[in-house]
């Protein structure tokens, strides 16, 4: 298929058509989306509908904070952090902890996805929270570390020569995060095949997640949200599926049952972001398909299970922490 390259309102405006087309449309024609130019401004922009938002209080545990006590959120009971380390440096470290035995649980293994379909057909999970809505500390849970902490990720430091001489927190170069983003529990992106829709393997990684709701979650929050849509992103020659979801609890997801009920000038700020922040980072473009979103949770469900029974004997799987590796 041939790439091929538009200006930022008609990509987003292009983007946005496929990601609301019916699903019997299936696959959208390929589209490359072209490079920022070095000081474009951030898509959430004076008047917008997401409000530029303070830094995440990052120094309690969520049990503590303000947002267990928002009406929006409804937390799963039986979760808490323990954190250790300051903000902005890379020792610092959340851990999911078990509320009543105080012992140390997996964000990825330990939290049940428990996806679950209603008789109106909408569908609904668990999520656990990495990168609140507004911030900017590209933080993600550890697939290879001792029980899945959440740290802050590393960008190389190069010299003149290219060469590595350290690492230093990152940050998205883009902007802000435009939703609670995180990962799916129990859920797998699959290393060793490649992707039915995008023909790329996975990333090695839980399956990614944005809640766009109106309020925005701490960093190791777990609770429900409904499923909206999907968008399929490639990352480095990697399928690397963007699930779209509301809050359960939010007041906005009793109207919205699909990605089409999302206003128009959310989804842009959405599109634009995932078409342009990896180009920031000067790496290569990204592409998106329209697709039966409980379709990409369920095929990343089974891998997850296929992995998990022994099935990866790769490297990559290797690397991987889980619950069994707890005496190692």
């Given at each position: 298929m041939t790439a091929s390259t538009t200006s930022m309102s008609g990509m987003a405006l292009l983007l946005l058509a496929a990601l609301v087309a019916p699903t019997s449309a299936v696959r959208h024609m390929l589209q490359q989306s072209p490079s920022p130019a070095a000081n474009a401004p951030s898509p959430i922009a004076?008047?917008?509908?997401?409000?530029?938002?303070?830094?995440?209080?990052?120094?309690?545990?969520?049990?503590?904070?303000?947002?267990?006590?928002?009406?929006?959120?409804?937390?799963?009971?039986?979760?808490?952090?323990?954190?250790?380390?300051?903000?902005?440096?890379?020792d610092y470290s959340l851990q999911l902890v078990n509320a009543s035995t105080g012992s140390n649980m997996s964000a990825w293994h330990d939290v049940p996805l428990d996806l679950t379909v209603a008789a109106d057909g909408s569908v609904t999970f668990n999520t656990l929270v990495e990168i609140p809505t507004g911030e900017q500390a590209k933080y993600e849970t550890m697939s290879s570390k001792h029980g899945n902490p959440i740290k802050q990720d590393e960008l190389d430091i190069k010299d003149a020569n290219d060469n590595v001489t350290g690492q230093a927190p990152r940050y998205y170069k883009y902007g802000p995060s435009r939703g609670n983003y995180g990962g799916l529990p129990q859920t797998w992106s699959n290393s060793n095949i490649s992707d039915a829709v995008t023909g790329f393997p996975g990333d090695n990684d839980p399956l990614d997640v944005l809640d766009i709701s109106s309020t925005r979650a701490p960093i190791g929050g777990v609770y429900r949200v409904k499923l909206l849509g999907a968008l399929g992103m490639?990352?480095?020659?990697?399928?690397?599926?963007?699930?779209i979801v509301i809050n359960a609890a939010d007041p906005l997801a009793a109207t919205y049952n699909d990605i089409s009920d999302v206003p128009q000038e959310r989804l842009t700020s959405i599109l634009e972001f995932y078409a342009n922040y990896k180009q920031a980072e000067k790496k290569p473009a990204t592409c998106f398909w329209p697709v039966a979103p409980p379709n990409v949770i369920r095929r990343h469900q089974q891998d997850y299970e296929w992995w998990l029974a022994g099935n990866c004997g790769s490297k990559a799987c290797k690397d991987l922490w889980w619950p069994a590796k707890k005496s190692e």
């Open positions: 004076a008047g917008s509908s997401t409000p530029t938002l303070a830094p995440s209080p990052l120094s309690q545990p969520y049990s503590a904070q303000a947002f267990a006590g928002n009406g929006n959120f409804s937390f799963l009971q039986g979760y808490t952090t323990n954190i250790t380390g300051k903000p902005g440096t890379l490639i990352d480095s020659n990697e399928s690397d599926w963007k699930v």
